[in-house]
Nanobody, 124 residues
Framework: QVQLVESGGGLVQAGGSLRLSCAAS????????MGWFRQAPGKEREFVAT????????YDEDSVKGRFTISRDNAKNTVYLQMNSLKPEDTAVYYC?????????????????WGQGTQVTVSS
């Protein structure tokens, strides 16, 4: 069982930055691939970024490439999402998720555990 708790969300102006954190419980964190997803009002939850168990492989959604960076610190059981050059369309609830796989995936059905989400609001 893995419990995930996100933090770091908030209100920021367009062009600003935020760093989201997701702290995981459990001693097997390093054996899970991790992902970030987001859900805007009235829209489906969509993939943002994923990272492999060791952190050596990452993949980002096209709309965030060059602006968002996913990383992890297995010693701290934490995964991060650094978000730069934020746009109003990035406004959403951001969720982290853990998949029982060593390799990251963009498919949300492959994730086994989810956090409660953290709100990110970007004003224009």
């Amino acid at each position: 069982q893995v419990q995930l708790v996100e933090s770091g969300g908030g209100l920021v102006q367009a062009g600003g930055s935020l760093r989201l954190s997701c702290a995981a419980s459990g001693h097997t964190f390093s054996s899970y691939a991790m992902g970030w997803f987001r859900q805007a009002p009235g829209k489906e939850r969509e993939f943002v970024a994923t990272i492999s168990w060791g952190g050596g492989s990452t993949y980002d959604e096209d709309s965030v490439k060059g602006r968002f960076t996913i990383s992890r610190d297995n010693a701290k059981n934490t995964v991060y999402l650094q978000m730069n050059s934020l746009k109003p369309e990035d406004t959403a609830v951001y969720y982290c998720a853990a998949a029982r796989s060593r390799w990251g995936t963009r498919n949300k059905s492959e994730y086994n555990y989810w956090g409660q989400g953290t709100q990110v609001t970007v004003s224009s």
